[in-house]
């Protein structure tokens, strides 16, 4: 279990992840019982370059100067439990949600990860 995750049951709420330029991104998560910094993981299985992966839609938050402040991303996570980035977001509103748009490609983003950004439905 990775530092700042814990697991807690929680509800089945869905997350439509649509428009992607990186087309296997797109689908429906469902709410996971795990938590990244307090928020919950969305998560659904897929196949990204021949490979069975679980794409997540994950917080990670920083104090900043007494604030908490945090990002969004959307990646996956391969057998062996590499991460792998594609999107990100500013949590600016502190609601605990992935946002719906403002959507950019993550600085570290693996190399087919393509524009335009995705927007989210819920």
Same mark, same amino acid.
């Given at each position: 279990?990775?530092?700042? &995750? $814990?697991? +807690?049951?929680?509800?089945?709420? #869905?997350?439509?992840?649509?428009?992607?330029?990186?087309?296997?991104?797109?689908? #429906?998560?469902?709410?996971?019982?795990?938590?990244?910094?307090?928020?919950?993981?969305y998560c659904r299985p897929g196949r990204r370059r021949g490979e069975a992966?679980?794409?997540?839609?994950?917080?990670?938050?920083e104090r900043v100067h007494d604030v908490s402040v945090g990002d969004w #991303?959307?990646?996956?996570?391969?057998?062996?439990? &590499?991460?792998?980035?594609?999107?990100?977001?500013?949590?600016?509103?502190?609601? &605990?949600?992935? %946002?719906?748009?403002?959507?950019?490609?993550? %600085?570290?983003?693996?190399?087919?990860?393509?524009?335009?950004?995705? +927007?989210? $439905?819920?």
């Amino acid at each position: 279990e990775d530092a700042g &995750r $814990k697991k +807690r049951k929680v509800g089945d709420a #869905t997350i439509l992840v649509e428009g992607c330029g990186s087309f296997y991104v797109d689908g #429906t998560y469902s709410q996971s019982d795990e938590l990244s910094d307090g928020a919950h993981v969305y998560c659904r299985p897929g196949r990204r370059r021949g490979e069975a992966v679980e794409f997540q839609i994950w917080f990670v938050s920083e104090r900043v100067h007494d604030v908490s402040v945090g990002d969004w #991303t959307i990646g996956c996570v391969n057998g062996g439990g &590499r991460h792998c980035c594609f999107y990100i977001a500013n949590d600016a509103d502190g609601a &605990r949600l992935p %946002p719906k748009n403002g959507w950019e490609m993550h %600085p570290d983003c693996d190399d087919d990860a393509e524009e335009p950004a995705p +927007r989210l $439905k819920w």
